[in-house]
Nanobody
Framework: QVQLVESGGGLVQPGGSLRLSCAAS????????MGWYRQAPGKQREFVAS???????NYPNSVKGRFTISRDNAKNTVYLQMNSLKAEDTAVYYC?????????WGQGTQVTVSS
């Protein structure tokens, strides 16, 4: 099985930045979609960002312009750069290996945005 290890979460003030990393135990170079999701207390898990093998990215309006997803296939790692963080960004962030409905999930990393 593929293991995904997220890192980079923590406590940050509103307006601050964090960079999340997701290291995979398998080759991601031919995995069409890699992505990030998040889940806040009492809320459904929601899509945050995705990136294809061709570098096409997708974001919901809630994070568009503030978050940037990237991938380094040589390192089997996907990143999520989060800028201008808001309190509503507080959640556990999960890395996803593969397309929706399949693939693997990381264990999650906590991001807390609070003054």
């Amino acid at each position: 099985q593929v293991q995904l290890v997220e890192s980079g979460g923590g406590l940050v003030q509103p307006g601050g930045s964090l960079r999340l990393s997701c290291a995979a135990s398998a080759d991601i170079s031919r995995v069409f979609l890699m992505g990030w999701y998040r889940q806040a207390p009492g809320k459904q898990r929601e899509f945050v960002a995705s990136i294809t093998t061709g570098g096409i990215t997708n974001y919901p309006n809630s994070v568009k312009g503030r978050f940037t997803i990237s991938r380094d296939n040589a390192k089997n790692t996907v990143y999520l750069q989060m800028n201008s963080l808001k309190a509503e960004d507080t959640a556990v962030y999960y890395c996803k290996f593969g397309a929706p409905g399949s693939g693997y999930w990381g264990q999650g990393t906590q991001v807390t945005v609070s003054s």
